[in-house]
C-alpha cells in the first residue's frame, strides 16, 4: 500500500511535521479488519501508538548505521575526501546536525523520495556528490554495493529503532498476537524499548535531532542519547547502562499484556524490558535537566 509520506515528495519532513505520515493508512486497514498485521519500519513508528494498535513482534536488527552512497564520479572516496563545498542530500535533521558539525566544510541538502527516486536523483543529476541513508534499507533491496562509507556511531549515531521492522497488530488479537510473537528478537526488542523511551521523554518528533547507539553486551544496555541543535553547533550527549539479565517469569495473570512504549512481548522477560524503558527515561530525564541548566 502507499501511504501519504510515499506521495508527498517535494516537500521536507520535519515541515509536514505529522510522525504518523507513513503509517496512518495502514492502522485504518488493520482497523478495518482488511489486514491483520503491518510490517513497518520501527522508526517510522510513533512511540506512543493509537488505542487499540501494538507492536507484537521486533525482528533481528539489520545494521542500523547510516550510510554514504556517492555519486559514481566519486566513487572510492570518503565525506571527509571530498571537495569543499560538496553538496550532500539527506532529508534528516538528525543526520544533518550530526554531520554538520563533523565536516563543516560540506553543505547539506534536503532529498526526498523513496530509495529508487534518492539514488536515480544522484546518479542522472550533478546536484549530490553523495547522499546519506540507512544501510538496512539499502542491504534489504540488495544494494549493499552502493555502500561507500559506514558511518560509525562516533561519526553519526542513529535514529531511534533504525534498522529494525516491527509488525504492528490489533492489541485485542490474542491468536495473531501469539502468532507473530514467535519473530521477536530479544536483545533487539530491549535495545528498542530503551531508544523509544528514551525517545518518547524527550518529545522527540521529526523536528528536533534526537540520536542514539545502543549495545547490549553480557546481561548489561548501554544505552547512549543525543540531542543537537539543527545546525551542529550544540549538542547533549551521555551514556547510561543497567543490568537486563533476568530470568523469564511465567505470569499469566491481569498483566500479561503490558506495553512497553507500544511494544508487546510476553516472551522477553518483563523486569528485563522494565529496565531497559527506565534507562531510556532516566537518560533522558539527565539531558533534559542538562539542557535546563
Request: hydrophobic share 40%; net charge negative; glycine share 8%.
Amino acid at each position: 500500500m502507499s501511504t501519504i509520506g510515499d506521495k508527498i515528495l517535494d516537500t521536507a519532513l520535519s515541515k509536514i511535521g505529522e510522525k504518523s505520515l507513513f503509517t496512518k493508512e495502514l492502522e485504518n486497514a488493520l482497523e478495518r479488519n482488511e489486514v491483520d498485521l503491518v510490517v513497518h519500519s520501527l522508526k517510522d513508528l510513533p512511540t506512543s501508538l493509537p488505542p487499540g494498535f501494538t507492536i507484537g513482534a521486533v525482528c533481528k536488527r539489520e545494521n542500523p548505521l547510516d550510510a554514504v552512497v556517492f555519486h559514481p564520479k566519486n566513487c572510492g572516496k570518503t565525506l571527509g575526501l571530498l571537495p569543499e563545498k560538496s553538496v550532500i542530500g539527506t532529508s534528516s535533521l538528525r543526520r544533518a546536525a550530526q554531520l554538520k558539525k563533523k565536516f563543516p566544510q560540506l553543505e547539506f541538502r534536503d532529498i526526498r523520495g523513496n530509495l529508487n527516486t534518492r539514488l536515480k536523483k544522484l546518479d542522472e543529476k550533478e546536484d549530490f556528490s553523495a547522499i546519506i541513508l540507512a544501510a538496512a534499507g539499502l542491504k534489504r533491496m540488495g544494494w549493499e554495493n552502493r555502500i561507500g562509507q559506514l558511518l560509525s556511531p562516533e561519526d553519526c549515531l542513529y535514529a531511534v529503532g533504525q534498522g529494525a521492522l516491527a509488525v504492528e497488530v490489533r492489541a485485542k488479537d490474542q491468536e495473531i498476537l501469539n502468532m507473530v510473537s514467535a519473530l521477536h528478537d530479544a536483545d533487539t526488542v530491549l535495545c528498542c524499548i530503551a531508544e523509544r523511551a528514551f525517545m518518547k521523554r524527550l518529545e522527540g518528533g521529526c523536528s528536533v535531532p534526537v540520536a542514539v547507539n545502543t549495545m547490549l553486551k553480557d546481561g548489561q544496555l548501554y544505552l547512549t542519547g543525543a540531542v543537537y541543535s539543527l545546525d551542529g553547533s550544540d549538542s547533549l550527549k551521555e551514556t547510561m547502562q543497567t543490568s537486563v539479565n533476568y530470568p523469564q517469569q511465567n505470569e499469566d495473570g491481569p498483566n500479561d499484556d503490558v506495553q512497553h512504549v507500544g511494544i508487546t512481548a510476553k516472551n522477553v522477560p518483563a523486569q528485563a524490558q522494565e529496565a531497559a524503558e527506565n534507562l531510556g527515561v532516566e537518560l533522558a530525564s539527565l539531558l533534559l535537566s542538562l539542557l535546563t541548566h
